[in-house]
C-alpha cells in the first residue's frame, strides 16, 4: 500500500516484448516523465460510458414506470453522454493493453470486442431517437425495438467492465484457509 | 511436475525474466512462481511495471490484488538461501469469521469489487451535474437543467453507499492502518456529499433556481454545483493512488 510499505525500484522497465520498445521516442520519454499516463487514463475514462449507458436504460424505465416525460430526456442525454465517451474509452483502452499488457489474453480479447458491439448499439439507439423523439413516448411497432436497444446496453456494459474489472482485480483463486492475518 | 521445494539461487531467478522467450519467474516471500503460464505476464512483464526474474515481496503492496492470486501459477522452488521458508498462510488475506467471512470465502469477489464498482456512479453523476447545468446556460434548453437534476439526485444517492463500501474495502483489505489517500478520502468524501445534499435539497425546495436568470441565489446554487468538480476529482484522485500505485520519484510521496 503506498506510503506504508518499501516501493520498487524501477518506473518502467522496458522488457523484451513490452511494445513500450516500438513507441517513438518523444511518446516514451513523456510517459517516462509522467508515468501515471501509463496506466490511469482508461480507469478514469470508463467511468463515463459505464455510468452513462445503465443511467440511459434506467430512466428510459423510471420514465415507463411513472409517465414523466423528463425521465425520458434525461435518458436520452445520459445515451448522448454515454455515445461521447465510449470512444474515448475504447482508445484509453487500446493503448493500455498496449502499453501495460504486451500479451493477449481473453479478458481483453472479450472487453475489446464486447465495446465495438456497445459502441454500435449505442450509436443506433441515439441516431434513433435523435431522427424521432417520440420514439419511446409513443410505444408501438418499432419502438419496442428501440427500447430493446436501451434495454441491451445495461447487461452489455456490465459485461465490458466485468472482464476490465478482472485486469485490475483478479478473482482469488480459492478461499483463504485461515481467518486471521 | 515441478518440484516446489526446488532450491533456485538469486542468479537463477535473475535470469528467469521471461525476455526473448526465457522462462518467467517471481520470487515472493522466498517461493518461487512460475508466472510464465499467465497471460498476464507476457515477456515477463506486467501492468508495465513489475519485472520478472525479481524477488516482488516488498511490491506486492502495491497491487491492487493481494498474494492470493499467486496459488493460480505453479510454485517451483523456494530461494536457495532459504531453508525453511515460513508457512504460507502468513500471506493470505485477512478475512472476519461468522457469516460475513463464510460469504467472502463463497464469494471473493466481495472482498475489492464492491467499492470500485460503485464509485463510478457518484464520480459521473456528480460531474455529470455541472455539466448538465453549464449545457442549459449555454444553450437555454430547459431539459438539461432538468438533467442536472436528476444527476445531482442520482450522485447524492449512491454518495454514501460508495462511502460505506470504501469504509469496508478500507477494514477488510487494508486493516483500516491510516494510509495518506485514505485519511484524505475520509474528509473529502463527506464533505462531497454535504455539498451535493445542500444542492439537492435546494434544488427541490425552490425548482426554479437556475432558471430565473443569474443575478441572485443562482449564482451560489451554481457555485454549489461547480465545486463538486475539484470534489469528485481530488477524492477520485486518491482512490486511484491506491488501485493503481505509482513506483520511483513520482510514485514516491
Not at chain 1, 80 to 104: K, M
Not at chain 2, 10 to 15: D, G, S
Not at chain 2, 18 to 39: L, W
Not at chain 2, 209 to 234: N, T
Amino acid at each position: 500500500m503506498p506510503g506504508d510499505k518499501p516501493k520498487g525500484t524501477e518506473v518502467h522497465r522496458s522488457g523484451e516484448g513490452a511494445s513500450s520498445r516500438e513507441l517513438p521516442a518523444w511518446l516514451t520519454r513523456r510517459l517516462e516523465g509522467c508515468p501515471r499516463l501509463k496506466r490511469w487514463p482508461h480507469p478514469a475514462a470508463v467511468h463515463f460510458p459505464i455510468v452513462f449507458l445503465w443511467s440511459t436504460t434506467f430512466f428510459a424505465l423510471i420514465y415507463l414506470w411513472t409517465g414523466n416525460q423528463s425521465f425520458e430526456s434525461t435518458s436520452f442525454h445520459c445515451l448522448g453522454g454515454g455515445v461521447l465517451s465510449l470512444p474515448g474509452a475504447i482508445l484509453t483502452g487500446l493503448a493500455t493493453h498496449r502499453l501495460n499488457f504486451p500479451g493477449e489474453s481473453g479478458s481483453i480479447t472479450w472487453e475489446r470486442r464486447l465495446s465495438w458491439l456497445l459502441l454500435a448499439l449505442a450509436v443506433t439507439a441515439f441516431a434513433w431517437r435523435w431522427a424521432n423523439h417520440r420514439v419511446l413516448l409513443e410505444l408501438k411497432g418499432a419502438s419496442f425495438l428501440y427500447l430493446a436497444l436501451v434495454l441491451t446496453l445495461t447487461p452489455l456494459v456490465t459485461v465490458t467492465s466485468y472482464f476490465g474489472g478482472l485486469l485490475t482485480y483478479p478473482l482469488e483463486a480459492g478461499p483463504p484457509e485461515t481467518g486471521a492475518p | 511436475m515441478a518440484d516446489r521445494e526446488k532450491k533456485i539461487t538469486p542468479t537463477e531467478l535473475a535470469a528467469a525474466d521471461g525476455a526473448a522467450g526465457r522462462r518467467a519467474h517471481v520470487a515472493f516471500e522466498d517461493r518461487v512462481y512460475d508466472v510464465g503460464v499467465s497471460g498476464l505476464w507476457a515477456g515477463g512483464q506486467h501492468m508495465g511495471v513489475h519485472q520478472a526474474g525479481a524477488d516482488l515481496t516488498a511490491e506486492m503492496g502495491d497491487a491492487p490484488h493481494g498474494p492470493e492470486v499467486l496459488e493460480r501459477v505453479p510454485q517451483v522452488g523456494v530461494l536457495a538461501a532459504v531453508v525453511n521458508p515460513g508457512p504460507p498462510s502468513a500471506s493470505r488475506p485477512f478475512l472476519p469469521g461468522g457469516v460475513l467471512g463464510r460469504l467472502l470465502r463463497r464469494y471473493p469477489l466481495l472482498r475489492r469489487h464492491p467499492h470500485p464498482m460503485l464509485v463510478h456512479f457518484p464520480i459521473v453523476f456528480l460531474l455529470a451535474a455541472p455539466a448538465f447545468s453549464l449545457l442549459y446556460l449555454a444553450t437555454g434548453n430547459p431539459s438539461f437543467e432538468t438533467t442536472a437534476f436528476h444527476c445531482l439526485a442520482g450522485g447524492v444517492l449512491f454518495t454514501p453507499v460508495a462511502i460505506l463500501t470504501g469504509l469496508f474495502t478500507w477494514w477488510l483489505n487494508y486493516q483500516a492502518r491510516p494510509l495518506t489517500p485514505v485519511r484524505r478520502k475520509l474528509i473529502l468524501a463527506p464533505l462531497l456529499l454535504a455539498v451535493a445534499a445542500a444542492a439537492l435539497i435546494w434544488r427541490l425546495v425552490d425548482p426554479e433556481v437556475l432558471r430565473r436568470g443569474f443575478p441572485g441565489p443562482a449564482r451560489l446554487y451554481l457555485g454549489l454545483l461547480l465545486a463538486l468538480v475539484p470534489l469528485v476529482v481530488a477524492v477520485g484522485w486518491y482512490g486511484a493512488t491506491l488501485s493503481f500505485p505509482l513506483h520511483g520519484p513520482e510514485g514516491e510521496r
